[in-house]
C-alpha cells in the first residue's frame, strides 16, 4: 500500500471523528433546548390553573354576596309585611320574598358547583406543579451533561484537528483535493477494493483498474464513485474464501424485535439500509445511505410493530443479519460506524451469494429437453 494511502486512510478516520464530535457537540444544545421548552409549556399550565383556582374564588365571593343581599332583602320585606295595610300590598311582598328565596337557591346551587370543580382544580395545580418540579430538576441535569459532554467533546476534537493537520501534511496536494471533495459530497473519500468491487458504491471495477489497484504502484480512483481506491490483501483473503464463510451464513430471525433490509433503490437516496425495530409498542425506521452509512432523513415512528407499520419498505427488501440497542444506534449519531456498515455489507454479499446460488440450484433441473432425444 502507497504511504500516502495509508495516511488518507488515517486521515478518513480523523476527518469521520471530526464530524461525529461537530455533530454531538451541535445537537446538545438543541436537546437543552427542548427541555427548555417544555418547561415553558409547563409553566404556562401552571399558571392556567392558578389563573383558574382565582377566578373561581372570586365568582364565589360575588354568589356569597348576593345570598347575603338576598336575606336582607327578605328580613326587610317580613318587616314591612307586618305593616300592610291591603291583602295586594301582602301579597306583592310574599312573591318578592319568594323571588329573593330563589336567588338565594341559585347562587347556592353555583356556590355548590364551584366547590365540586375545586377538586379538579386543585389536582390540576397540584399536578401541574409537580411536573415544574421533576422538568427543573431534569433540566439543571441535562445541562451539567451536555456541559461536560461539549468540554470532552472539545477536547477530543482539538486533539483529532491536530492529528488530521499531520496527516494531511502527508499527502500530495492534488490527492487531497481530491480525496476532500469527494468526501464532501459523499461523505468518504476513500474506499476499500475487495473482490473486484469498490466497497464503497458496489461498483465492479474494470480488470484493468482493479490490477492498478491491486499493484499499489499509483493511486487509482473508483470510476463510479470517484473514491481513491485501496487494497489490502488480508481482506481479500477472506472474500476469496466466500464458500466456507457463505455457508455459515446465519439467517436473521422472522419474529426479532429488530430488522435490517437492503433496498436497491429508496426514494431518491438510491441503495440504503434500512433498521426497522419494535420499541415500547411503537415501530421505528432508520434509513442509511449504503455506502457511507450515514443516516438519511429523520427517525420515522409510526403505531404498532414493524411489520405493519411499514410493509412497502419490507415488500422486495433483502433481510439481514444486524442487531444493535437503540441507546448504541442512539449513539452513532447521524453515521453508523464501520464496523456495522462493514458487517451489513458483508452480510448482503452473503445473502446475495446465497440467492444466487438457489436460483442456479433450480436451473440445474432441466428445462429442455437433452438434444440427444431432439435427434432421435
Ligand atoms: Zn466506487
Same mark, same amino acid.
Given at each position: 500500500?502507497?504511504?500516502?494511502?495509508?495516511?488518507?486512510?488515517?486521515?478518513?478516520?480523523? =476527518? $469521520?471523528?471530526?464530524?461525529?464530535?461537530?455533530?454531538?457537540?451541535? %445537537?446538545?444544545?438543541?436537546?437543552?433546548?427542548?427541555?427548555?421548552?417544555? *418547561?415553558? !409549556?409547563? +409553566?404556562?399550565?401552571?399558571?392556567?390553573?392558578?389563573?383558574?383556582? $382565582?377566578?373561581?374564588?372570586?365568582?364565589?365571593?360575588?354568589?356569597?354576596?348576593?345570598?347575603?343581599?338576598?336575606?336582607?332583602?327578605?328580613?326587610?320585606?317580613? =318587616?314591612?309585611?307586618?305593616? /300592610?295595610?291591603?291583602?295586594?300590598?301582602? +301579597?306583592?311582598?310574599?312573591?318578592?320574598?319568594?323571588?329573593?328565596? +330563589?336567588?338565594?337557591?341559585?347562587?347556592? !346551587?353555583?356556590?355548590?358547583?364551584?366547590?365540586?370543580?375545586?377538586?379538579?382544580?386543585?389536582?390540576? &395545580? $397540584?399536578?401541574?406543579?409537580?411536573?415544574?418540579?421533576?422538568?427543573?430538576?431534569?433540566?439543571?441535569?441535562?445541562?451539567?451533561?451536555?456541559?461536560?459532554?461539549?468540554?470532552?467533546?472539545?477536547?477530543?476534537?482539538?486533539?483529532?484537528?491536530?492529528?488530521?493537520?499531520?496527516?494531511?501534511?502527508? &499527502?500530495?496536494?492534488?490527492? *487531497?483535493?481530491?480525496?476532500?471533495?469527494?468526501?464532501?459530497?459523499?461523505?468518504?473519500?476513500?474506499?476499500?477494493?475487495? =473482490?473486484?468491487?469498490?466497497?464503497?458504491? @458496489?461498483?465492479?471495477?474494470?480488470?484493468?483498474?482493479?490490477?492498478?489497484?491491486?499493484?499499489? @504502484?499509483?493511486?487509482? /480512483?473508483? =470510476?463510479?464513485?470517484?473514491?481513491?481506491?485501496?487494497?489490502?490483501?488480508?481482506?481479500?483473503?477472506?472474500?476469496?474464501?466466500?464458500?466456507?464463510?457463505?455457508?455459515?451464513?446465519?439467517?436473521p430471525k422472522i419474529d426479532a424485535s429488530q430488522a435490517?433490509?437492503?433496498?436497491?433503490?429508496?426514494?431518491?437516496?438510491? %441503495? &440504503?439500509?434500512?433498521?426497522?425495530s419494535n420499541?415500547?409498542?411503537?415501530?421505528?425506521?432508520?434509513?442509511?445511505?449504503? #455506502?457511507?452509512?450515514?443516516?438519511?432523513?429523520?427517525?420515522?415512528?409510526?403505531?404498532?410493530?414493524?411489520?405493519?407499520?411499514?410493509?412497502? !419498505?419490507?415488500? #422486495?427488501?433483502?433481510?439481514?443479519?444486524?442487531s444493535?440497542?437503540?441507546?448504541?444506534?442512539?449513539?452513532?449519531?447521524?453515521?453508523?460506524?464501520?464496523?456495522?456498515?462493514?458487517?451489513?455489507?458483508?452480510?448482503?454479499?452473503?445473502?446475495?451469494?446465497?440467492?444466487?446460488?438457489?436460483?442456479?440450484?433450480?436451473?440445474?433441473?432441466?428445462?429442455?429437453?437433452?438434444?440427444?432425444?431432439?435427434?432421435?
Amino acid at each position: 500500500m502507497l504511504p500516502e494511502i495509508e495516511n488518507l486512510l488515517h486521515l478518513q478516520d480523523a =476527518d $469521520k471523528s471530526i464530524r461525529r464530535l461537530q455533530d454531538e457537540i451541535a %445537537e446538545l444544545p438543541k436537546r437543552v433546548a427542548a427541555i427548555e421548552h417544555k *418547561l415553558a !409549556d409547563t +409553566k404556562l399550565q401552571l399558571e392556567k390553573a392558578q389563573a383558574a383556582v $382565582k377566578a373561581d374564588e372570586a365568582a364565589r365571593r360575588k354568589y356569597e354576596t348576593a345570598i347575603t343581599d338576598a336575606r336582607g332583602k327578605i328580613s326587610k320585606y317580613r =318587616d314591612q309585611s307586618l305593616a /300592610v295595610k291591603t291583602n295586594e300590598q301582602y +301579597k306583592a311582598l310574599l312573591q318578592e320574598i319568594q323571588f329573593a328565596e +330563589k336567588e338565594i337557591a341559585e347562587n347556592e !346551587d353555583k356556590i355548590l358547583e364551584l366547590m365540586v370543580n375545586a377538586d379538579t382544580r386543585d389536582k390540576e &395545580v $397540584k399536578a401541574a406543579q409537580a411536573d415544574l418540579k421533576s422538568e427543573a430538576a431534569e433540566i439543571e441535569k441535562e445541562k451539567e451533561e451536555a456541559r461536560q459532554r461539549t468540554a470532552e467533546d472539545e477536547k477530543q476534537l482539538t486533539e483529532w484537528r491536530a492529528k488530521r493537520d499531520q496527516m494531511r501534511a502527508g &499527502v500530495n496536494e492534488d490527492l *487531497l483535493r481530491h480525496y476532500e471533495r469527494v468526501s464532501k459530497f459523499r461523505g468518504s473519500g476513500i474506499s476499500e477494493v475487495r =473482490d473486484h468491487k469498490c466497497m464503497a458504491c @458496489q461498483v465492479m471495477l474494470r480488470p484493468q483498474t482493479y490490477n492498478d489497484v491491486r499493484t499499489g @504502484q499509483q493511486t487509482v /480512483v473508483c =470510476d463510479s464513485c470517484q473514491r481513491i481506491l485501496y487494497f489490502n490483501p488480508a481482506n481479500e483473503m477472506q472474500a476469496l474464501e466466500p464458500e466456507h464463510k457463505r455457508s455459515r451464513r446465519h439467517h436473521p430471525k422472522i419474529d426479532a424485535s429488530q430488522a435490517w433490509y437492503y433496498r436497491a433503490e429508496f426514494a431518491d437516496a438510491g %441503495e &440504503v439500509f434500512l433498521c426497522l425495530s419494535n420499541v415500547a409498542g411503537q415501530a421505528t425506521r432508520r434509513v442509511f445511505d449504503m #455506502g457511507t452509512g450515514r443516516l438519511i432523513g429523520d427517525i420515522l415512528i409510526r403505531e404498532g410493530d414493524y411489520r405493519h407499520a411499514f410493509p412497502e !419498505d419490507i415488500a #422486495g427488501a433483502i433481510r439481514l443479519n444486524g442487531s444493535w440497542s437503540e441507546t448504541e444506534m442512539e449513539n452513532w449519531g447521524t453515521e453508523m460506524p464501520m464496523t456495522a456498515l462493514d458487517s451489513l455489507h458483508t452480510d448482503l454479499e452473503a445473502a446475495r451469494f446465497e440467492m444466487s446460488s438457489r436460483t442456479s440450484a433450480k436451473s440445474d433441473i432441466p428445462s429442455t429437453v437433452p438434444t440427444g432425444q431432439v435427434a432421435s
